[in-house]
């Protein structure tokens, strides 16, 4: 891979110039936005994840922001989740669909107030959907990206460290919730969630100039406890399940292919757009759905395209992340699969760029 070129275009975060002091190996782009992807190793990075504690810059995570009288209205059109029992301190992983049902996202969203709410967004231009619905419809709202960028502190010890610099209320936040906390006399939101099942927090800094001061400090209260720097890992997300917009679906996908018919409450989810669509998936199911494949054989390269998955000579899905698994000592992989060939425990054979592979289709990840 060619290095990237700087320019404008391509947005640097309040974090960057951390990241690069800490000798950030690699770079992906998310959201126009430079998101790191390796350290010291994907692999030793993962073993310090699951072991100790990392800052992770995940500016690239924008948010959407809703503010108005309909702001509430709005959000609800955007997705097949039921959200009239969400409450301001809350957040919900959500799909967001267009009219057929297709996946444009599926972000977190966080609900500030009744009238004020973020949509952190996966890697899709979603602002631009979210502003076309608020003029079309005429809502009294304002759509736009605020300056807020998250910065994640995950791992096991993440709790000690967020105690050492925000105090020991953060340990009392519960999975997805948020709660307000100060920095430098700053407001912050300080969310229990987070690309990883590792555990830890997310802090959604208002305002650039405050992201090194947080991160400096961060840093420097965990010295004691191997802190890091650190970015969403392939190995570990993958073990988790943890789906990612653009490569494991797109909007060729409805929900119930992801696996995200648990977030969807497409009956009682009164006005989201798509919903009639959804209604009848729902009704007749996917014939195709996202699993779990453990691959059999040696490291496999990472994977940058779809990889055929056969059976009898026969294509039966694709293979969309895949990566060498030290802690299970297998390759895992994420797949779109037929319904013929979804079941626990089916043989195929991934076409990997190394040659065909068997592996084993699982109804559950690892973690
Ligand atoms: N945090 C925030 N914004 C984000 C992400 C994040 N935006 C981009 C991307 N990640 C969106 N995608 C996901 C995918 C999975 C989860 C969160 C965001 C996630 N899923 C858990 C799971 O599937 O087990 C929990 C879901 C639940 O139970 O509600 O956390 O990471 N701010």
């Given at each position: 891979m060619v290095l990237l070129s700087p320019s404008r275009r391509l947005r640097r975060t309040p974090f960057s110039d951390g990241v690069e002091a800490a000798g950030v190996s690699a770079y992906t782009v998310y959201n126009h936005m430079l998101l790191p992807t390796v350290f010291r190793s994907v692999q030793e990075d993962y073993h310090h994840l699951k072991s100790a504690v990392q800052l992770w810059d995940v500016a690239c995570e924008r948010q959407v922001e809703l503010r108005g009288p309909d702001a509430c209205r709005l959000m609800q059109m955007l997705t097949p989740r039921d959200l009239r029992g969400m409450l301001p301190g809350q957040c919900y992983y959500m799909p967001i669909v267009d009219e057929t049902g297709g996946m444009l996202n599926d972000p977190v969203a966080v609900k500030l107030a009744e009238d004020r709410w973020w949509i952190s967004i996966a890697d899709s231009d979603l602002l631009y959907w979210?502003?076309?619905?608020?003029?079309g419809w005429r809502?009294?709202?304002?759509v736009d990206e605020p300056d807020v960028s998250p910065l994640a502190v995950q791992?096991?010890?993440?709790d000690d460290l967020m105690a050492a610099v925000f105090g020991d209320a953060v340990r009392d936040i519960r999975f997805f919730r948020f709660g307000m906390f100060q920095f430098?006399?700053?407001d912050m939101v300080v969310a229990r969630s987070g690309y990883s099942k590792q555990g830890g927090f997310e802090i959604y800094v208002e305002g650039g100039d405050i992201g090194m001061p947080l991160w400096h400090a961060l840093m420097e209260a965990g010295a004691g406890m191997d802190v890091r720097a650190g970015c969403p890992n392939a190995i570990e997300r993958i073990e988790s399940g943890l789906l990612s917009y653009g490569n494991d679906m797109t909007d060729d996908n409805t929900p119930h292919e992801c696996?995200?018919?648990r977030f969807c409450n497409t009956h009682t989810a009164i006005g989201c757009i798509g919903r009639d669509a959804l209604l009848r998936v729902a009704k007749e199911g996917p014939v195709q759905q996202i699993r779990a494949l453990?691959?059999?054989?040696?490291?496999?390269p990472g994977c940058d395209r779809w990889w055929p998955v056969r059976a009898n000579d026969k294509v039966v899905g694709r293979l969309s992340s895949a990566a060498w698994s030290p802690d299970f000592g297998v390759n895992v992989g994420i797949g779109m699969i037929r319904m013929t060939h979804w079941d626990d425990g089916t043989d195929v054979v991934v076409e990997t760029p190394d040659g065909p592979r068997a592996a084993v289709v699982q109804e559950n990840?690892?973690?």
């Open positions: 979210v502003k076309g619905i608020a003029n809502l009294d709202v304002l791992g096991p010890k993440a430098q006399g700053r696996g995200l018919g453990a691959i059999d054989g040696p490291a496999v990840f690892w973690n």
